[in-house]
């Protein structure tokens, strides 16, 4: 992980050079996640970036929902826990209304903010008094925020939302990289279990690589079972030494 004093100045940010400051830091953001390895890697380097680029911020954390259940992913303290668990409970938040509404919440005093009112004592008593959530745009059916938590009132000035906006934005951008990441795998691994059962047909009988390849089309099918579970059960048949149905599989690979 990349330290966070490589992220930013916090003298530089104080004093007048806000501007360049942030654009310093979200490009030396963005060159760190590129070289992460996962996920989470990413997010971390992307919350305690976040620490230091939005004065007033003490905590930050991503969430998302799975299940029906938010839940945060990463986080600078063990207090969103917490926050998620009470959000939950009460059916309403800061995390929730920003994901229903897809723009960012903001509240400068819990104290006095009527929204949530099941959720405001949970997090006042923690000693949270102010709250920023962006939500990340995800594809498919995917919701989540990056949200920060402030221990004094109006800890969140004008500006803090748009910075918010732009590093939920590399959010959404690590969790796209992690996804099509994903994908490459599986199609990598589909290949290979796709080309060992190619092998063993062209083993067994005596066939080229496009035959073996026609005689595992046509059992997927016959059988409407698609091509690489096709693959991969005749694999982990010749794997366990399971005659039966290897020859099961080799009923079904009949060359024309």
């Not at 994901?99 to 960012?104: G, H």
């Not at 709250?131 to 800890?155: H, K, M, N, Q």
Request: aromatic share 4%.
């Amino acid at each position: 992980m990349v330290a966070i004093s490589h992220f930013s100045d916090p003298e530089q940010i104080r004093h007048g050079r806000r501007g360049k400051a942030i654009q310093s830091t979200i490009a030396r953001l963005a060159g760190a996640m590129v070289g992460t390895t996962g996920i989470e890697d990413a997010l971390s380097e992307l919350t305690s970036a976040s620490l230091a680029l939005i004065p007033g911020a003490d905590c930050a954390k991503v969430s998302v929902i799975e299940d029906g259940h938010l839940r945060s992913i990463i986080a600078t303290s063990q207090l969103t826990s917490s926050l998620d668990m009470a959000q939950q409970a009460a059916g309403h938040g800061p995390c929730l209304e920003a994901i229903t509404a897809k723009k960012a919440t903001c509240c400068n005093d819990l104290r006095t903010d009527t929204r949530w009112p099941r959720f405001t004592p949970s997090a006042t008593t923690a000693g949270v008094h102010s709250v920023l959530s962006s939500p990340i745009d995800l594809p498919r059916a995917t919701w989540a925020t990056l949200t920060l938590f402030g221990f004094r009132t109006d800890a969140f000035g004008p500006d803090s939302e748009a910075v918010g906006a732009m590093l939920a934005n590399h959010a959404a951008i690590a969790f796209m990289h992690d996804e099509q990441e994903r994908q490459f795998k599986a199609a990598l691994a589909t290949r290979d279990v796709i080309g060992q059962a190619k092998g063993m047909i062209m083993e067994r009988f005596g066939v080229d690589a496009a035959h073996a390849f026609a005689m595992l089309r046509a059992i997927s099918q016959q059988t409407n079972t698609p091509l690489r579970e096709v693959a991969r059960r005749l694999v982990d048949c010749a794997k366990r030494g399971g005659d039966e149905q290897h020859d099961g599989a080799e009923r079904g690979c009949r060359a024309p």
